[in-house]
């Protein structure tokens, strides 16, 4: 299974809204609604922003959303703050019963 | 629900990577998938594996020749054998929880960095 496809960086002002793409296939993306987000700050763990292309489980901010159309999926951001600097990292379940990262996408806040 | 996962740090090539995650908090008996997810320096996540308590598991097909993963329910525990390893094995190795019938990963250890060198 090939990693999913997001730009390796995004930048915006603070304020702003950016939005981050995660590219994949009808087997994974395009196949089901199962399109998880996660966040990373520098030397952590990842946690989970968005589950199910846009559910946020509870405590995570209503600033971070997500959407899919076909085999796309995007996480947006808006009203971008500096505690969001950090790696933004999409997955996918698949056809096989498994489960696929996207290639990762540095955020930087200007 | 608390994961900490334990491994050797460094490990020469071509031996067998053995880490194990403990888990507290919840019994590793019930409705969880119990996941390993790995980062080499620099690079993205890559999903390594799953196992449930049943035994049932699945593994990435790229790694599924090297790969397994088992449960030890007496000390609430998983843990990841991956065997010949080379350089391009280094990495954080981080074990996951995924609850059933969900498809996102809603806890995650600290991580434990691996590397591979002769």
């Known amino acids: 299974q090939s990693a999913l496809t997001q730009p390796a960086s995004v930048s915006g002002s603070p304020g702003q809204s950016i939005t981050i793409s995660c590219t994949g296939t009808s087997s994974d993306v395009g196949g089901n609604n199962y399109v998880s987000w996660y966040q990373q700050h520098s030397g952590g763990a990842p946690q989970v922003l968005i589950y199910?292309?846009?559910d946020r489980p509870s405590g995570v901010s209503n600033r971070f959303s997500g959407s899919k159309s076909g085999n796309t999926a995007s996480l947006t951001i808006s009203g971008l703050q500096g505690e969001d600097e950090a790696d933004y990292f999409c997955?996918?379940?698949?056809?096989?019963?498994?489960?696929?990262f996207g290639t990762g996408t540095k955020v930087t806040v200007l | 629900v608390q994961l900490q996962e334990s491994g050797p740090g460094l490990m020469r090539p071509s031996g067998t990577l053995s880490l194990t995650c403990a888990v507290s908090?919840?019994?590793?008996?019930?409705?969880?998938?119990w996941t390993w997810v790995r980062q080499a320096p620099g690079k993205g996540l890559e999903w390594i594996g799953q196992i449930y308590h049943t035994g049932s598991f699945d593994y990435n097909p790229s790694l599924r020749s090297r790969v397994t993963i088992s449960l030890d329910k007496s000390k609430n525990q998983f843990s990841l054998n991956l065997t010949s390893v080379t350089a391009a094995d280094t990495a954080v190795y981080y074990c996951?929880?995924?609850?059933?019938?969900?498809?996102?990963?809603?806890?995650w250890g600290r991580g434990t960095l691996v590397t591979v060198s002769s």
């Open positions: 997955s996918s379940y698949t056809s096989s019963s498994t489960h696929v």
């Open positions: 199910d292309v846009s």
């Open positions: 908090g919840v019994s590793i008996t019930n409705s969880n998938w």
């Open positions: 996951a929880r995924k609850y059933l019938w969900t498809y996102f990963f809603d806890n």
